[in-house]
């Protein structure tokens, strides 16, 4: 009988001894049971959740980032009838009906997602034999066991914010669509004369009255003018290729390293903004001589919603400025005056606007009516 032999550690815990090993990803894609759990009567005792494709296509992608990781374990659930550890090793053995070659080695608990990438990423072509995946192996959990251990590590999570998860990207040594976007962010939070001075909380948190918006929401849609797949731009990069040209405002400015017109654009058009709106964007409209928010009715532009507008009207006007060929302040200004002419007396605030991208997206096409045919 084929059996499939690999050393393990015990690890004891008061739910009882688990055991910690190492298998090639080629291997474990093809070993574990994935059950996700559904409405039929018939699946009542599966507990993995539904698939998310998307999720399964990002990992897939970074599977080839030439630093890819995955340094933490997956979890199955094995019957130790066919899992049987023994001096440092656990040897698993096909159950009745199982096939002796390529046979499952247990029902996976935790990281169906990357199992899935890395089966997606071998299916696309993609050799995954460089990575050894830890897993942790758990013997015979009954139905509530496995539920518990499922949802107490998928209840306990804190997500990390986007803010801090940008902010990091700047210690990167490698280039990215990331790394340009959070360095922008903080020339602008930093610049005394700029629109955004001491104006976007980094990491995500307040550290000055004026700050309204969040670093990752500055970062996130500044990414979309300069790409619409940041994760294969960065990629590329790391791999010493050029990044495939993307049609965004600001694609040929990352592509060729000239990431100061980024921030010149950026800071030229806001600085408009800054100018010919005054009120809606000057700081005491949204906070008062303490630094708290300003209750009711309040301006949009500083906020969420306004900069996601701002910015899918920068994109709308951003063949006018190409046709142009400069991103002197003037250009700038003369567009955001058309602007403001469509705005004419219309409220662009907090009882008009709410925060939505459907609202971003009706405050945009009101900022940029009639200026591009």
Known sequence: MATLIRPCIGVSQPIGTFYLMSLGADQLVERVRIQPRTISSSESHNVQRAENQSRVKEIALYVRDPDATFPTAVIISAD???????????????????????????????GQHRI??????????????????P???????????????FSIINSKQTPVSKSLIYDLFGLAKDR??????????????????????????????????HEILTQGSFVKYLLQLITNKPDRDAIALKSNEVPVERDRPFNAFFRNKKDELILMAMTNYFGAVAELFPDDWAISSYVDANGSPVKGKTPVLRRTVGYEALMKALATIWPI???????????????????????????????????SSADAGKLAALLTKNIVD
């Open 80 to 110: 130790s009838a066919h899992a049987v550890v023994d001096g440092g090793f656990i040897t698993f053995s096909p159950a009745p009906g199982q096939q002796a070659d390529g046979f499952e080695i247990g029902e996976l608990l935790d």
């Open 116 to 133: 899935r990438g890395l089966r997606e990423a071998k299916q696309q072509g993609f050799d995954i034999s460089a990575f050894e995946v």
């Open 176 to 209: 990215s669509p990331y790394s340009v976007s959070h360095e922008i962010a903080r020339a602008m939070n930093t610049d005394p004369q700029g629109p955004f001075y001491r104006g976007i909380k980094m990491l995500g948190k307040k550290q000055h009255p």
């Open 135 to 149: 897993v942790v192996v758990m013997l015979d959990l009954d139905v509530a066991e496995k539920a518990y251990v």
């Open 321 to 355: 400025i190409q046709a142009k060929a400069t991103l002197e302040r003037d250009l700038f200004v003369s567009l955001v005056g058309k602007f403001k002419e469509n705005v004419g007396g219309q409220d662009i605030s907090t009882e008009t606007f709410g925060s």
